[in-house]
């Protein structure tokens, strides 16, 4: 059975930063595009992060929602088969369990529209 498995949340004071992983059993993420998405309590699930396949089946760009622009990267390691959400500049607002998705056929963020394989989540805290 395919699962991602994401890590790295935790409590954090405003302003601090968090590197989220995402991995994968069975599949090479470096194939596909995978996102990051958040949900907050009594919010919707959003779409914060994509970055596109690096096997050359796509330019392997990435994208990030207006709320974290500036503060938050995504980035891969192949030989790890991972997958990063680098949080700087964190602000309670951030406050959410973080989520990557897929749908192991999209190579590009463009094609990325309705992941259907998700992790469990980890929580993120922004508190003072």
């Known amino acids: 059975q395919v699962q991602l498995v994401e890590s790295g949340g935790g409590l954090v004071r405003p302003g601090g930063s968090l590197r989220l992983s995402c991995t994968a059993s069975?599949?090479?993420?470096?194939?596909?595009?995978i996102g990051w998405f958040r949900q907050a309590p009594g919010k919707e699930r959003e779409g914060i992060s994509c970055?596109?396949?690096?096997?050359?089946?796509?330019?392997?760009?990435?994208n990030y929602t207006n709320s974290v622009k500036g503060r938050f990267t995504i980035s891969r390691d192949n030989a790890n088969n991972t997958i990063y959400l680098q949080m700087n500049s964190l602000k309670p607002e951030d406050t959410a369990v973080y989520y990557c998705?897929?749908?192991?056929?999209?190579?590009?963020?463009?094609?990325?529209?309705?992941?259907?394989?998700w992790g469990q989540g980890t929580q993120v805290t922004v508190s003072s």
């Open positions: 998705a897929t749908d192991f056929w999209a190579v590009s963020c463009q094609q990325l529209r309705s992941p259907n394989y």
């Open positions: 069975q599949f090479t993420l470096d194939y596909y595009a």
């Open positions: 970055i596109g396949s690096s096997d050359g089946s796509s330019d392997g760009s990435t």
